[in-house]
């Protein structure tokens, strides 16, 4: 197997046109062609995390944390990313991270792990995506209509939150005139032609519009497939920063800080007063200040994330219970998720937990 096939295996889940802007998931170091004789995985890439993938004979780490975010004007080992990527590249390690855009899925996502832990039900997306969905349109005959329409879904279009194989079909009348080197499905060349047609249209992710315009095209009728691609505003239910869902039971604030502490193995939460039953509960791994406000117009009870500040704590005004509970501790479970994908699809590859613990942060107890 090859760095190619397991990078389009994580990102069949989470594609690479979900990241957030700043960052820089993908491939940052290695060729796509390089054979792979193992995969480390781990949270972050280190210098030690590249001695462990050398001690164990892996040359890709899949990491969910990129190492390069910023552009790198000279690679002299003067910190600690020049010198994990000359070690990496020098004793030929591809490294590959899914960060923001493993985030932002619902399905499978890093937040979906959270809320697994948590054992919450009926997920739902705290803040969906704009504009990473269009409206696809394909023009056919009547006859054809269907088994087009089978097609497009078959390829990933057609769905709405929980709902598949979503469309809207709109009769109309067609005309077309074949040039003279055409060799057009019904008519003549040098004659206008008009028929029935119907349009299917379904909705479909920016980054599946090629697949499956490639699919249709290789079965519709037509020589030249009319087609009307409509870039939309509508937020896309699956793809989102955050995640909510609703306990089975509700629990008193000490409860359910005890149990949040074990499922998340935590050494340590910091947290606001609450003194309600908590049921309704928010995720967001890593940094997650940004939707403390958004978690308000939720009406949940309590929301767990990392690296709030001082002042954030306030901005909650006792609303609801917030747990800062750490950004490693938050986004460790990743691992399992990688971990999960690769063994699904290639059972017997090795693939190896990291047993470097990355995370920079220290408690003293």
Do not use: W
């Amino acid at each position: 197997m090859k760095v190619k096939d397991f990078v389009a295996l994580i990102e069949k889940i989470a594609p690479l046109s979900f990241q957030e802007d700043y960052d820089n998931a993908g491939l940052i170091t290695g060729s796509p062609e390089m054979e792979v004789s193992g995969i480390l995985l781990s949270l972050d890439t280190t210098e030690n995390i590249v001695d462990e993938a050398i001690k164990n004979k892996c040359n890709l780490i899949i990491s969910h944390h990129p190492i390069v975010f910023r552009g790198l004007k000279k690679l002299n080992g003067k910190n600690y990313v020049e010198r994990t990527l000359i070690k990496a590249i020098q004793n030929n390690i591809s490294i590959y991270a899914a960060h923001t855009n493993l985030d932002n899925v619902r399905h499978k996502g890093v937040n979906t792990k959270i809320a697994e832990k948590l054992g919450l039900n009926d997920l739902k997306i705290i803040q969906p995506k704009p504009q990473t969905l269009s409206k696809l349109g394909i023009y056919c005959p009547e006859k054809n209509a269907e088994e087009i329409r089978n097609c497009m879904f078959e390829n990933g279009a057609g769905n709405i939150g929980s709902y598949s194989e979503c469309s809207f079909s709109v009769e109309g009348k067609g005309s077309f005139k074949p040039g003279i080197a055409s060799n057009p499905f019904k008519g003549e060349i040098g004659k206008r032609e008009e028929g029935n047609e119907i349009n299917v249209e379904v909705l479909v992710a920016n980054y599946q519009i090629d697949k499956v315009l490639e699919a249709v095209k290789k079965m519709h009728p037509y020589e030249e497939v009319a087609y009307d691609i409509i870039p939309i505003s509508n937020f896309n239910q699956e793809v989102g920063a955050g995640i909510y869902g609703m306990l089975p039971e509700a629990m008193d604030t000490v409860k359910f800080l005890s149990f949040l502490k074990d499922n998340m193995n935590l050494e340590v939460i910091k947290h606001t007063e609450f003194n309600k039953k908590i049921q309704k509960v928010a995720v967001c791994g890593g940094s997650g200040s940004f939707l403390i406000g958004a978690i308000k117009g939720l009406k949940a009870d309590a929301y767990i994330t990392s690296d709030i500040k001082y002042h954030e704590f306030f901005d909650v005004e006792g609303q609801y219970l917030l747990c800062d509970i750490g950004h490693y501790e938050s986004e460790i479970y990743t691992l399992e998720i990688f971990y999960a994908e690769i063994k699904e699809k290639y059972p017997n590859f090795a693939v190896i937990f990291c047993k470097e613990n990355t995370n920079p942060i220290q408690y003293f107890k």
